[in-house]
């Protein structure tokens, strides 16, 4: 009997033993498993993106663009994230809102600029953009919703524009699911305390935002498809409790509202 | 891996032939309901079930044969629904899935040799005992049963 038990714990061993020992080789670069999805990723990215950039306008204001580019410098340097990955890109809309699109495009809209009462509502959305790239929500909300055969076929040239354009907005007008959003209000919490920037104003926004449903506006994008406000402000909110931190601001307050004021232009 | 000992007794013709029967029973099994890692247990499962009463010789082999299919399955299930899981769900493939895949595929095919053999020897009358699976069965399957 005892026997039995100690070749029945070999064999066991044995499979777990040869799993870990292949698990050392990096079989995705092998497989070129990652190069493929990283190729795609790129061209898609650049293919919604440029679906924007024909049917809105860009806002190319030379202080809008450096003063939003400073703050992003600011999340990224002190959070060691690559400043080069996070292309980011205003677009002047009314619509309160803010979304990222595959290969590190984060698009803001001028209305989620403008109806942040001040920079840290505003840097708060932003981060939490930013930690659905880093966490590559936006690949696997892709690979989820249109598959992996359809996004190959757009990079190749064999997806019907329609198709793509469809997609594009999808990106733009609709939430990850709970889980992931979540986890990107947690990860953007985390980015604004390393950066010194007080994550409540964040939360307070989405209260703000929440309140503001009710009224019906349809520009409220970002917030009718991030559901849940409230939770999320009070889960934001607690999560940053306890975090005893000298609050900073990146932008100036008379360059913040030179900002809005150029936006308005 | 395998041991050819001597049986208690010397079976007959038509007993080699459906203790080897076992064996070729989890292969077709493994072939036709490849992508599922059940069919082939099932099939096992079926033909020791109708065999219950055969000869020991005959019994011994199904068990055997039946033991072995049982452990494949739990290897092969965990793999049938992680590959489900990245399939379906957020995960995605990564090193160790890869890596599980490789082992799997290494205990699966030394199954599938080890089973051919099993099943050729066993058709000439020659009794094989696999490690530890042997062992398992001999604490099982008894001769006055």
Known sequence: MKKIIIQGVIIIAL?????????????????????????????????????????EKENTNPFVVASVDSIV???CSSNNIDRELIKIHILDKDDINA???????????????????NQEEMIGVVCHEIAHIQLNHVMKKLLKEVGLSVLISMTTGN???ENIRETAKMLSSSAFDRN???????????????????????????????EMENDATKYLTWISNHPESKERAEYIIEYSKGKKIKYESILAIGTWDKMKEKLRE | ????????????????????????????????????????????????LGNRKGTYFVRWHCTQALLSQ????????????WTVSIIFTDDTISDKYIAYMIAALIFNLTEFIATIYTAIQTRKGIHVEWWFYGNLTNLICKAEA
Do not use: C, R
């Open chain 1, 73 to 75: 410098t600011k999340i």
């Open chain 1, 180 to 210: 992931l959003e979540k986890e990107a209000d947690i990860k953007a919490v985390d980015y604004l305390v390393k950066a010194k920037i007080n994550p409540e104003p964040f939360a307070n926004f989405l209260y703000k935002i929440s």
């Open chain 1, 15 to 55: 499979f777990i033993s040869i799993w870990f020992t292949l698990t050392q080789i990096n079989w995705l670069t092998i497989f070129k498993v990652q190069k493929i999805t990283d190729n795609t990723e790129q061209k898609i990215g650049e293919l919604f993106w440029e679906i924007f950039q024909k049917t």
């Open chain 2, 70 to 81: 049982l452990s494949m399955l739990f290897i092969n299930s965990f793999g049938f629904w």
């Open chain 2, 1 to 48: 891996m395998k041991n050819a000992t001597k049986f208690i007794y010397e079976p007959g013709e038509h007993e080699s032939e459906k203790a080897s029967n076992s064996y070729l029973m989890s292969l077709i099994a493994l072939i036709a309901g490849l992508p599922l890692p059940i069919i082939n247990l099932i099939a096992t499962l079926i033909f020791y």
């Open chain 1, 99 to 117: 979304f990222a699109l595959p290969n590190g495009y984060l698009i803001v809209y001028s209305g989620l600029i403008l109806n942040s009462d």
């Open chain 1, 159 to 161: 997806g019907s524009s």
